[in-house]
């Protein structure tokens, strides 16, 4: 028993004085490949690095001017969503029970959608799961045993019962483009979190081998997109110029030397993805943001926030100061899409 306590002391001494060795077991799991690296097609576009040498749209340098012009405007920052609004995903094993989570009327349309009832009729939600902060209340549930994922918005839980007003479900994802069908999915675009989201694992492992998603404020009619968006819920009425379409593809420059830049090491992590695998325009919101994979998913399992540790004390809106957002380079419309 003596023993015993002098080990348990000593351990959590060393916890104390090296408490960012706490997250080492994770680090070296990052060394490997991560789920997020290929959930979908390895041909998706999610994976797919934009070539160094490529055609740029037409009016790209007004739509670097609108996106800065956008930043300055709210809040003068790009911000990392973490609590809220950004989508918890629980990566569920083959053995969780399922349940049928029902669609509830948000929008007060006045109908339900019968395809939906069906994509939700037997979901593996585990015990510990709770959807995002935020009005948006997203969720995401991605079994691999299974090859399916499946989203939640506005998601909430009535005397037990799983509800959600919309998502959707992809079946055979290993198999996918990696967006939703028609117009179902949580985002404006129908592209699904899981694609576009940063995670804790990727920053740790200081590579993120896919595009990011990324919500403007102010995007071009709703009728104007472009692939790999399914749709938009952009908003034009006085027809401004050189407003960005949802599912406009960007990257920065790949000429900019990342390493040289006065960055958090977050940020940079980010800005080298932006280079190689670019940005995807999926939804709007009230000032540019990207998402992070949100906490819940870690908390679930009991660990800590994974966020407090890689953000080292920065403010979620500090971790890309200094992005050279006027090197951005932006693509054609429908850029790569499958001919």
Known sequence: MLILNIKRYLTKCFLIAFPTLLLL???LQAQTALPTDKVFSANSFWYTPIPSSVTLHANSAAFVSEFIRQKNAYYGTVGINT????????????????????QWDCQHKGF?????????ANVPIPSYALPAGGRDAEMTVYQASTDTLWEFWKTRKVNGQWQACWGGRIENASLSDGVFNSHYGTTATSLPFIGGQITAEELQRGEIKHAIGISLVE??????FSWPANRSDGLNPNHEPNRIPEGLRFRLDPKVNIDKLNMHPVGKTIAKAAQKYGFVIWDKAG????????????????????????????RQSK???NFPWDKLQFLPVDYGKPK
């Open 25 to 27: 077991p994770m680090v």
């Open 287 to 314: 000032a540019i943001t990207l998402r992070a994979q949100n906490p819940y998913s870690y908390i679930g399992f009991r660990k800590p926030n994974p966020y407090d540790a890689l953000f080292g004390g920065a």
């Open 219 to 224: 995007a071009e009619d709703w009728k104007i």
């Open 83 to 102: 609590f809220r609004y950004a989508s918890p995903v629980y990566y569920v094993e083959a053995n969780i029970r399922r349940v049928k989570v029902k």
């Open 319 to 321: 971790i890309l100061e």
């Open 112 to 120: 339900l959608d019968k395809s939906l009832a069906e994509q939700w």
